[in-house]
């Protein structure tokens, strides 16, 4: 086993400033290899730097025979043993990163961790929310005069008619998609008329035409009311759609059998 550390040397002195100047030249960079019998044992690979003063030792076969009593020499997963010491004149390097200190963070011990059925029971909260919150500002209207609704409500219809699986048809004028979607829901097609007829006079007639605009006793326009009724209906028959579909497995709801007027001549 090896082991190495790299780092500076203690520069050049000012004694004006009191400041050590440390440049690149310091670089200092030693390791230590380790030998049974012997230890770790320090090597000199930077360039320039004088060589290593080894003691000459003894010739092992001179060694007393009572040397087997002498204290062993530490190896190298041996907690006990202690580094080696740096070279002269580098006493106020940092000490040696041995990865002990790792053990010591707030996890070393079994602190405490988030339980994962506590993020999974967040998560599983927090999707409806955020739907719930989508959903409330988008179906959130206006409680004064609002120049754009009818133009509003009839694109959230059209968007409804697609998320009951009615198709919105770019040749299709307004009536004619009015159509289709009454045939498929005929409990709310005084409904949807009312916000077409409203669309079309908007569109065509500007706002002077679209009296229903104009807010009601109750502070809402007319128009949003009808919108009120007509959406409630939509979520009524989406859930019943949905519903066959997971018990039926059928990929499109029963009520798209019908067909409107003029779906015929189409075929």
Not at 160 to 189: F, I, K, N
Request: proline letters at 12%; zero cysteines; charged letters at 25%.
């Amino acid at each position: 086993p090896a082991r190495t550390a790299s780092g500076y040397a203690e520069g050049i002195f000012d004694e004006e400033s009191g400041l050590y100047f440390v440049t690149e030249r310091d670089a200092h960079t030693w390791v230590e290899v380790f030998f049974p019998e012997y230890g770790w044992i320090e090597f000199e690979p930077t360039a320039g730097e004088s060589p290593l003063d080894r003691p000459a030792g003894e010739d092992p076969t001179n060694v007393d025979a009572t040397a087997g009593d002498a204290e062993p020499t530490p190896q190298p997963d041996d907690a006990a043993a202690g580094a080696t010491p740096p070279p002269a004149g580098r006493e106020d390097l940092p000490p040696q990163f041995t990865g002990e200190e790792l053990l010591d963070g707030p996890g070393a011990e079994g602190g405490p961790v988030t339980p994962w059925w506590i993020l999974l029971l967040a998560l599983v909260l927090l999707i409806p929310i955020s739907a719930l919150l989508v959903w409330r500002v988008r179906s959130s209207g206006p409680t004064t005069f609002t120049a754009d609704l009818p133009v509003l409500l009839y694109e959230r219809m059209e968007r409804w008619s697609q998320r009951l699986g009615l198709p919105v048809r770019v040749d299709r004028t307004p009536y004619e998609h009015a159509d289709t979607l009454s045939a498929a829901l005929p409990d709310a097609s005084p409904l949807v008329r009312d916000v077409t007829d409203s669309y079309v006079r908007y569109r065509f007639g500007g706002p002077a035409q679209t009296i229903e605009l104009e807010p009601a006793a109750g502070g809402e326009p007319p128009l949003w009311q009808t919108w009120r009724k007509l959406e409630a209906l939509f979520w009524k028959q989406w859930r019943v759609v949905w519903g066959r579909r997971v018990l039926r497995r059928s990929p499109e709801p029963e009520f798209l059998e019908k067909k409107a007027p003029g779906d015929e001549k189409d075929a």
